[in-house]
């Protein structure tokens, strides 16, 4: 008897967890696009990525309401000697960790936009996960930061 109770039990609990995996685990915090002069080929969308779930999850696709070409997962990273970016396939975010995306690292790129939002502009964004599930957010178009350390550090250096 009591063996079947802590198996209804087992069942309910999984049961839960399979079902507030399916909640906002995932956070999206703080999103945005940089300003860019009105002919700019490509901006650069940024965010916090808070995996606050026991599963790895991941970005495979995003897309926007803004009249775009095309949307693209981009890492800046060192190919050779200069530092690029680089279409990725996906933008891993592990489990009860944050992805940032910021300039110098992950990003969504929008490519050749129709016209260039300004400062101050809401974008849409959609982001899909590996899970299928998806999530909707508003990036304010606002001037990128001079990021005197961390990763613009490194493009400088070599
Ligand atoms: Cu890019």
Known sequence: MKKVFLRALGTVLLLS???????HDLMVVDPWVRAAPPNAPALG???GLENHSGA?????????????????????????EVMK?????????PAHTTTLLKPGSW??????????????DMVQLTLVFDDGSEQ???AVV??????????????SHE
Do not use: N, W
């Open 45 to 47: 969308v940024f965010m």
């Open 85 to 93: 970016m680089v279409p990725q396939e996906l933008i891993p975010v």
């Open 17 to 23: 967890c399979a079902y507030s995996a399916t909640a």
């Open 142 to 155: 606002r001037k990128g930061k001079m990021m005197m350390q961390g990763h613009d550090h490194q493009m």
């Open 56 to 80: 790895d999850r991941s970005v495979v696709a995003a897309r926007t309401t803004l009249a775009v070409d095309r949307v693209e997962l981009h890492r800046t990273m060192k190919v050779g």
């Open 107 to 120: 990003h969504v790129m929008l490519i050749g936009p129709e016209k260039v939002p300004a400062m101050g």
């Open 136 to 138: 909707t957010v508003e």
